[in-house]
């Protein structure tokens, strides 16, 4: 099941001065930053209510986020989805027609298990499913 809209993820070219950009926005600064070696991101996290805004900079040129903005510029990259249980949305998903991007769920950013679903069957925007990680893993 989806539950909330999770965050906003937000591709910027340079994360320093995005991150005082949003906390002039915010009213706040952000409460954490995290790199994902994986995805070749840096990332930073800003509160607002029960959601996030996920500011997203490349770490490197391969990297999805440098590829993005080559394409795109500046701008929202993907909307990120709390699921209950992120392997039944993948299938459940699969069969109502969405492609997935990645069929077992990664580590991603922020202590989650996550998935996308290619923008082509989302009428063009990046979806992330994401699921809070447990203790056991
Ligand atoms: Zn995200």
Known sequence: MIKKVEHIGIAVKDIKESNKLFKKLLGKP????????????????FKVGTNKIELLEATREDS???????KKGE?????????????AEIKRLKRE?????????????????????HPKSTNGVLIELCQERTNKE
């Open 30 to 45: 952000h409460y954490k930053t995290e790199n994902v070696e994986s995805e070749g991101v840096k990332t930073s996290f």
């Open 64 to 70: 999805p986020i440098a590829k993005f903005i080559l």
């Open 75 to 87: 701008g929202v990259h993907h909307i990120a989805f709390e699921v209950d249980d992120i392997v």
């Open 97 to 117: 027609g969405f492609k997935v991007l990645i069929e077992t769920p990664k580590k991603g950013a922020d202590n989650k298990l996550v998935a996308f679903l």
